[in-house]
Each structure stands twice: as C-alpha cells, then as structure tokens.
C-alpha cells in the first residue's frame, strides 16, 4: 500500500458521510483496504442501531445521551440519523428540545470535532473564504443563530451552535434533506453572559457583544457572502434576540430565500394547533378573546399571523387585534407606554379600556388582572418565564370559559409557563394544553415549531421558491391544523413527522405558486415528486 492508499484508507473511516463502521461488507473492505482497521465481525446498520440503543439504555442522564449522540453524529452520520430517524418520539427530546438546551448551555464541555461554521467578528474579513469549503458545494438550508436567545435560556454565546445543529438534524430526520445539504452557522459576536466569558473552558470570542452599525455590518457581510456562494440557500434565523429577530427578517426576507423560525415557525405552529382546537369544540376562531404572555419575537409573531387569520374570516384589521391582548415584562400593553418596540406598538391597546380595571398593588396591570378582566378563552405563553402560568391564573380563567385553551409555549422544560400536568389539575382537566417541549403527559399536545420548518423549507426548496411568503406559512399552518391529532391530542404524533413535512411541503409549494414567487414547474409539485427528493439515512 502507497502512503496515499494509507491516508485515503483512515480518511474513509475519519469523515463521518462516509465511515460505515463495522458495516463495510467484505468487497468494501477489500476494495479501501480496511483490514486490520476494523474488527473482523462484518455488522449491518440494524445491528449497529442495536449496539447503540444500548448503550443509551445503560446511560445515566439524557445530557450524556445527548454528547453521545453527538459524538456519533461527528463519527457516523448515516447510522446516527437512521438511529434518529427510526425513532423519533424517543430521539427528538434527546437531540432537540429539551436536551438541546443543556448542549447549548454546556457546549464549551462537549466540543469535539468541527461540525458547520463559526464566524466570529475577528474573522470578518475571512467569511468568503471559509465559505468557499468545496465540501460546502451541495448546501441548500443554512440555519444560523447568533446565539442571544437560545430557547428561553438567553445567552449562550457561541454555545448557542448547538441549536443550528440540532435544528439541521430535524431537517434530514424530518424533511429528508441529505446531511452535506444542510449547514449550522454560528455568528460569534461575543457574548454579555459574563459567567461565560469568565469561564476558562469557553470556547468563543470572549468579548462583550459587537452591537449597533457594527453589528449590522457584520451581518450584511455574512448575507452577502452567503448569497454570493449559494443563490438559491434557504437561510433560516433562529433563537437571536427580538429585536434582531424582527430587523434581520425585516431587511433580508425580500432580498434571499429566508424567515426567522421563532417568529413565523412559533407562530404557524401555534396558530395550526389553535385552529385544530377550535375545529375540535366547534367553536370560531373570531369568537376567541386571546392573551398573549410575552411579546417578544416568538409573541408577536403569533399575533400577526393569527391577525391575518382572523381577517381571512372576515374581521377588519381593528377589529381582529381588538381579540388580542398582549401582556409582556410591564404588564399589559398600552399605546401610551414609552419604548414599545415596532411589533409591541401594533400590538397596544388603548387605555380607556383598561381604566376600570382592577390592578395589582404596584397599579400595573399584570397578567392575573388581565385575565381576570378580559375572560379570556386562549392564553398563549412565549415569554420564557417559568411559572408564570400560576394557579391563581389558570383558575381564573378555567372560572371564565368551559373549555380553556392553554399554551405554555416556553422552551426547554425549565423555562415553561406551567407544567402541563398542573394545568389539567386546576381547570379539573377541562383544559385543552399544549406545550413547547415534551412533558410526557397523556392528552398534552407538543406545540412545536419542528412541525413546520422542516416541511417549510423542503417545500420552498421544491418549489424553487425564490422568497417565503407569508401565504407560505399561512397555508402551512392550516394544513397543520387540519392534519389534527389521535385521542385529546391536537397534532398528528411525533412519529408521524416526516409524513406531515411531506404534506406541508406540499401545500408550501402551492403556496409558493399562487404567491408568484416559485420557479419549479407545477407538476414537480406533487407528493409523489416531492417524497423522491427525500433522502433516507441507509448506506450506499
Ligand atoms: O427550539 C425549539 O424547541 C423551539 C424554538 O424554536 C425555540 O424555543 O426557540
Ligand atoms: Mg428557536
């Protein structure tokens, strides 16, 4: 063997899209030169997934489940995503919500081998360069955080990378988009989480956050590189900070194919199950009186898209906010309170209405007061503030309607509203509860945006879509709601996941027709086309 036969042999086994582990048959094996290399024994990828199940079956805790899985992912990516996707109800919470959460707070422990990109502000001046990777040729989804607001666990700095992994992981899992087709990109621009930034085993910029023009320079140059190296990507944000939320989807949804999970994912998801419950009670969706806990990106965002529900069924614009109230950090939102943001402002309320109110000791008008005034019949929570569905509050509503609507939509399990479990106690299980991560309670749905983007993005990419509409994610989210769900649940089971990316997609793609903004031609559109273009984690 030349010394070139050598390094191609290890290079084989060392990167993780082409190393089969014990499953390289005979004539592979042969063929590469892999004796010696590998135990004798010749296995299959069902063996293999058995070898591994047992492993996390004998595993102390589901953060060392997580950092193996990982760890596999960077090894032997077709067995870790045929692992995943052989058992999704079992696997998500391990490498997704809720597990992901305690990966991105931990990461800097875990770190092992290069996995996606970091761009950090020092390297600004290099991003076309490491972009240019010919690894990176076959990429058409990029999810990218910088890391603010990871779940409802804020800072995590560069630890936030793993929310683009494991949200790439759900596109292959869920959408069947193949592994060098994705790619997680972490913008490292320092970090305000000063505990990190003491923390010696830190692995990013210790640095304070790059903020303002700089901030939003930084960001265009990102952009513009990525447009440049990839046309047609589907750039998805994820998990940054409202603010920026809100302006980055602002100033790039018209330029590339791109929308902000949190905003538009949270809220298609939301507004999908809302219209599953409805459906379920009978009832409309403009009889609905909706308080919203938290308006932040993820809060306004399923303000608006359940606006443009409410006027698809006839309301006017006023008269299809006048449904909604907004609570946020100071209480209710008023139209005469300083320093609301652009989405907060749409959202306000006038004050005349609330001047008879009852109000708590300090005189705001906190969530319990306005529960307690406005009856309502749905609360949405998206504020990242544990507890704060207390049971002074679920039982003044449960006091208000028969059957409450209550979303805890807070991510991981540490930062929900409310336990699910706690819920259906204080209404005497009349609620109707959904939740952001899983909770394992019997008759709770899991009110997640990972039924939606995936079929979002594989449906967009079908349709060769040149932007995501918000019709896009309108269609998504009736779609969703019309799927429903098996026994009290409201959505089809987790298991169920790659059938409905499937049939989003479909509908996303039609969308992406009526809307103008699609290029495939119409009769590629059809389940059958879009099923062949889903890859399935089996080796060659
Ligand atoms: O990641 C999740 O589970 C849902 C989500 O986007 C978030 O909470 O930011
Ligand atoms: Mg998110």
Redesign the pocket.
């Known amino acids: 063997m030349s010394p070139a036969f050598h390094a191609a042999r290890r290079a084989l086994l060392s990167d993780p899209l082409t190393n089969k582990g014990t499953a390289f048959i005979e004539a592979e094996r042969d063929r590469f030169g892999l004796h010696g290399l590998l135990p004798p024994h010749v296995g299959t990828l069902e063996s293999q997934i058995v070898r591994r199940r047992r492993v996390l079956d004998g595993m102390a805790d589901d953060f060392h489940r997580y950092a193996f899985l990982r760890e596999l992912q960077d090894s032997n990516e077709i067995l870790f995503h045929a692992l995943v996707q052989a058992d999704l109800p079992r696997m998500l919470p391990l490498v ?3 597990t ?1 959460g305690a990966g991105c707070e931990r990461f800097s422990e875990i770190w092992r081998k290069p996995r996606g990109l970091f761009l950090s502000y020092p390297n600004r001046g290099r991003i076309a360069d490491i972009l240019a990777d010919p690894a990176l040729d076959r990429v058409k989804v990029i999810v990218v955080s910088d890391g603010e ?4 666990l804020g800072d995590q700095g560069a630890g936030g990378m793993g ?1 683009p992994i ?2 790439l992981a759900l596109y292959t899992a869920c959408a069947g988009l193949h592994p060098a087709e994705v790619l997680p990109i972490l913008l490292d621009v320092g970090t305000d989480n000063a505990a990190l930034r003491d923390d010696p085993l830190y692995v990013g910029w210790r640095n304070p956050r790059i903020r303002g023009q700089d901030y939003a320079a930084f960001v265009d140059t990102f952009v513009e590189a990525v447009a440049a190296r990839w046309p047609n990507v589907l750039l998805q944000w ?2 940054f900070a409202g603010h920026n939320a809100y302006d980055l989807l602002a100033r790039y949804r018209d330029r590339l194919l791109s929308f902000n ?2 905003i538009q ?2 809220a298609a998801t939301a507004v999908g199950t809302l219209l599953s419950a409805i459906r379920r009670t009978g009832a409309s969706l403009t009889g609905q009186r909706i308080v919203l806990f938290g308006a932040g990106a ?1 809060g306004s965002g399923v303000a608006e898209l359940l606006v443009q529900a409410l006027r698809a069924e006839g309301l006017d614009e006023a008269a299809a906010r006048a449904r909604i109230w907004a609570v946020d950090r100071d209480g209710l939102i008023l139209s005469d309170m300083p320093k609301l943001t652009a989405p907060q402002a749409l959202l306000a309320r006038d004050p005349a209405e609330v001047a008879d109110w009852t109000r708590d000791a300090d005189g705001g008008l906190g969530l319990l007061d306005t529960v307690q005034a406005v009856r309502p019949t749905v609360l949405i929570g998206a504020s990242g503030q544990a507890g704060a569905f207390t049971e002074a509050v679920v039982r003044a509503m449960a006091a208000g309607c028969a059957t409450p609507v209550i979303f805890p ?4 399990v540490s930062r929900a509203e409310a336990h699910p479990a706690d819920v259906l106690a204080w209404t005497d299980g009349r609620a109707v509860v959904g939740t ?2 899983p909770f394992g309670v019997a008759g709770v749905t899991q009110v ?3 039924y939606i ?1 995936p079929g979002v993005g594989l449906g967009a990419i079908a349709a060769g879509a040149t932007r995501v509409t918000d019709g896009m994610f309108m269609a998504a989210a009736r779609a969703l709601g019309a799927m429903g769900g098996a026994g009290d649940t409201l959505l089809p089971p987790i298991d169920a996941l790659r059938e409905v990316a499937l049939h989003i997609a479909v509908v996303v793609a039609q969308a992406a027709v009526a809307d103008g903004v699609a290029t495939a031609p119409a009769d590629a559109l059809t389940a059958e086309r879009i099923a062949a273009l889903m890859w399935d984690a089996r080796y060659d």
């Open positions: 997704y919500t809720p992901v607001r990871i779940l409802g929310i494991g949200k994820e998990d999970d949190d994912g949270t993820a939509l807070s991510n991981p952001g991560s997640n945006n990972v983007f």
